[in-house]
């Protein structure tokens, strides 16, 4: 008889609220989020920005410091619960058992320090190796991130390296310990598009190689395509589509997903397709609106999604969403012709690119 238990998953996030108390009242940045990685995975998480995505992450690891902001949930990480420990305990867990790589280099690296300085400093905090280890261990991580000359790159500061070479210390450092979870927040977004690429072929080598998972944070789609087994859509501090790469690029339910999907080009369109930007601005989380969020720049929008919130639902291909009316629906054609017979200007602006395309007739 087979006993064992089911396999735990690595990251398991239930229910996770992240609420800022502001002077104009409080701000729910991040709201009632559920998402499950399983060991080996890449989760894309994507939104626009201020969708909630850094704070979301910075919540999981206990990483939003100030008096206030309050964060509830779960978070279980090889099923134990993170949220509950003491700061002295993340500190066993941070740049050991879960890295992080962020937007701006500089927010990681210290400007005064040399680079070997502090790779060799972080490793010899975790790891607890010897000045001399320490020194070849470092050396040897920067050459795993393609750095050329790594042992010169030792002696050198931050701010003589290009951006893209202070990304791959990022890497290297954040890669040292061997964590099983890497978070990389939005990685590349500062970057030149041909070194975004060069990184992110990086990230995922390393990922592979050292069988990591892998939560990649970004506010597009295209990147996430080909390196993502899952993506979470996070729209107003709720995650409104959570389905595997394919199936999402394939036939998204939410038109958030719809419109983000409409503004990356693609190689399998006409040169002559218009890119949509999605227009009108995501809501005030201060102030938020009282149905889907998505309602007042949604072609789709009906009365319902103006004034209750849509729970999330399980599609027949296992795609979740919250969204009244799923897209591929005849609800939701019907929505759509309706919106445009009554020149709804949202409508208007989607259906001049959703025309070029074959399943919105
Ligand atoms: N310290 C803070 N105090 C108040 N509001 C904050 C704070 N940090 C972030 N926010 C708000 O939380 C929302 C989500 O921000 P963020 O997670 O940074 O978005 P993203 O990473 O998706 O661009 C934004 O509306 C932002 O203004
Ligand atoms: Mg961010």
């Not at 050991?96 to 701006?104: A, G, L, N, P, T």
């Not at 599609?315 to 709804?344: E, F, M, V, Y």
């Not at 208007?348 to 919105?360: F, K, P, R, Y």
């Amino acid at each position: 008889m087979n006993t064992s238990l089911p396999d735990t998953p690595l990251l398991e996030v239930e229910n996770l609220s992240t609420t800022f108390m502001t002077p104009r009242g409080p701000l729910t940045a991040v709201n009632g989020v559920n998402l499950t990685l399983q060991k080996g995975q890449t989760y894309g998480l994507v939104g626009e920005s201020g969708s909630g995505k850094t704070v979301f992450s910075r919540s999981m690891l206990q990483l939003n410091v100030s008096s206030n902001v309050q964060t509830t949930g779960s978070v279980k990480f090889q099923g134990e619960e993170l949220l509950t420990k003491t700061r002295k305990e993340m500190q066993s867990i941070w740049g050991k058992e879960i890295s992080m790589v962020f937007q701006d280099p500089m927010t990681s690296l210290n400007p005064v320090m040399k680079v070997g300085t502090q790779v060799i400093e972080h490793i010899r905090h975790h790891l607890g190796l010897g000045k001399k280890e320490a020194r070849e261990l470092g050396i040897e991580l920067l050459r795993s991130v393609q750095i050329p000359e790594p042992e010169a790159r030792m002696d050198v500061y931050p701010h003589e390296c290009s951006g893209g070479m202070r990304q791959r210390i990022c890497i290297a450092i954040a890669l040292a310990c061997g964590s099983k979870l890497l978070i990389a927040d939005e990685p590349t977004t500062a970057l030149d598009v041909t070194v975004q690429h060069q990184i992110l072929n990086l990230l995922d080598f390393q990922r592979r190689d050292r069988d990591m998972s892998m939560v990649l944070v970004t506010h597009d789609l295209g990147v996430i395509a080909g390196r993502a087994d899952h993506v979470a859509v996070m729209y107003a501090g709720r995650l409104v589509e959570v389905a595997d790469t394919k199936t999402l690029f394939a036939a998204p339910k939410m038109p958030y997903t719809e419109a983000l999907l409409r503004s990356i080009p693609r190689m399998d369109q006409p040169a002559h397709t218009r890119l949509l930007s999605i227009s009108g601005r995501p809501p005030d989380l201060a102030n938020p609106p009282k149905g889907c969020a998505f309602a007042p720049r949604c072609a789709y929008a009906q009365e319902q999604c103006e004034n209750e919130q849509p729970p999330i639902t399980t599609h027949a291909d296992g795609s979740q969403s919250a969204c009244w009316i799923p897209l591929g629906t005849p609800a939701s054609r019907d929505a759509l012709q309706k919106n445009l017979s009554a020149g709804r200007p949202q409508t208007l602006a989607m259906h001049n690119v959703a025309s070029t395309t074959s399943e919105v007739k």
